[in-house]
């Protein structure tokens, strides 16, 4: 028989699931500890991250959110929020952090050491710097890094010497955070793919559109409480500008009728030489 604790982390999932409207699968593989705590502190009061054996998982997963078990794969947890999918992403996306290498892991970048001073007082640390590829040396009495180096290329090996190094140097190359698979709303699943909108674009595109829309709604006079304003300055320049054409004086077209009478009677006056 399945263990009693199996039954009642099944049935805590579940309750997790049933009471928020947006539910997901999250990738936590190579999370460390200390990291882990953090972002579960910087979720609190905004969404409820629980890590279970992807097994159990599966059986809390029923109903529509029974989709989501396609997106299992991994060390994975729940993701539980009462905000929308994009927002709840993005949050996710924010709380991504540069780690140490601990050895082993494939560079997301070219890892690369600057030239200068380092933290390091003059002693054996010299040799050890130039053991793992770092031109290191004593001078004026500080451990300097002499020029700077590429030690490890995008798509490379971190090997667990240099990975030391590089945490002791304060250089943390590895980016760490909740990955996520997939995330349900009302019968819907959303992949990151849909979920990764750029905002600054999507802001200018609303921009554009809207001034496009009320643009058009002006051309064709079609009435709203934003546009009506600019469609009685349009008619009024528009009914100006024909009396002014065919000569109709009104009170509003009599001046600029004189004033462009008296231009005429200049130009003339210079025509005829006074």
């Known amino acids: 028989m399945p263990a009693q604790w199996k039954f009642q982390e099944v049935e805590e999932l579940k309750n997790i699931l049933q009471s928020h409207a947006v539910v997901g699968i999250v990738g936590i593989r190579d999370i460390p500890a200390p990291q882990m705590q953090g972002m579960r502190a910087m979720l609190r009061g905004k969404a409820v991250l629980r890590v279970s054996k992807c097994s159990l998982i599966e059986r809390a997963l029923e109903d529509g959110t029974g989709k989501l078990k396609d997106y299992i794969e991994g060390e994975v947890g729940i993701i539980a929020a009462d905000i929308n999918p994009f927002r709840l992403y993005r949050e996710l996306e924010k709380m ?64 667990q010497e240099l990975a030391k190094m590089l945490t002791r140097l304060e250089i943390y190359p590895i980016e760490i955070g909740l990955k996520v698979h997939a995330l349900y709303e009302d019968g819907i699943v959303f992949t990151p793919d849909v979920l990764a909108v750029d905002m600054d674009q999507l802001m200018t595109d609303m921009r554009h559109a809207a001034g496009a829309a009320f643009a058009l709604a002006v051309e064709i006079a079609y009435p709203t409480r934003d546009t009506i304003e600019a469609i009685v300055q349009k008619a009024y320049r528009n009914a100006r500008a024909m009396a002014m054409e065919c000569g109709l004086y009104t009170k509003d077209t009599i001046e600029e009728f004189i004033r462009r009478a008296y231009l005429h009677a200049q130009a003339l006056e210079g025509k005829l030489g006074g």
Not at 103 to 131: R, S, W, Y
């Open 96 to 159: 991504r952090m540069m780690a140490p290498a601990r050895g082993g892991e494939t560079a997301p970048d070219d890892i690369i050491v600057q030239k200068g001073k380092t933290p390091f007082k003059p002693g054996p640390i010299v040799g050890e710097l130039q053991k793992v590829g770092i031109p290191a040396a004593i001078r004026e009495g500080n451990v300097v890094i002499e020029k700077t180096v590429t030690l490890v290329k995008k798509g490379e090996k971190i090997s």
